[in-house]
């Protein structure tokens, strides 16, 4: 039996970036990772959630293809999100957080 997190109707923007061995992780630049706000959510297929250094993780990976983040969004929507994929933030929206 497959237990499916429902999060909510919305949308959730999502930056799918890949490290260095090819692993992809899923950023939600949007969603706050701590208290403090210095960090956002991020996902990954290995470990799942957890807070990530945007800014700082922009530096060591690069853009993941959609034919390389395919199975991430895919495990994504099967717990319940409903993504939205963008390519970078925007100060105002970061603003709003």
């Known amino acids: 039996m497959v237990v499916k997190m429902v999060l909510n109707d919305d ?4 930056v799918f970036r890949k490290w ?4 992809i992780i899923a ?3 949007y ?10 959510e991020s996902y ?6 957890g807070g990530a250094d945007y800014i700082g993780l922009l530096t060591v ?3 993941a293809a959609e034919k390389e983040y395919g199975p991430l969004k895919r495990e994504l929507e099967s717990i319940g999100y409903c993504l939205r994929i ?3 933030v925007t100060r105002r929206r970061i603003a709003s957080c």
């Not at 949308?11 to 999502?14: A, L």
């Not at 260095?20 to 692993?23: E, I, R, T, W």
């Not at 969603?31 to 956002?40: A, E, H, L, P, V």
Request: glycine content about 16%; overall charge positive.
């Open 27 to 29: 950023l939600f630049p």
């Open 44 to 49: 990954e297929h290995v470990g799942q959630h």
């Open 61 to 63: 990976t690069k853009p």
């Open 11 to 14: 949308t959730t923007d999502v």
């Open 31 to 40: 969603i706050k990772g701590d208290t403090s706000g210095r960090f956002c």
């Open 86 to 88: 963008i390519k970078r």
């Open 20 to 23: 260095g061995n090819g692993d």
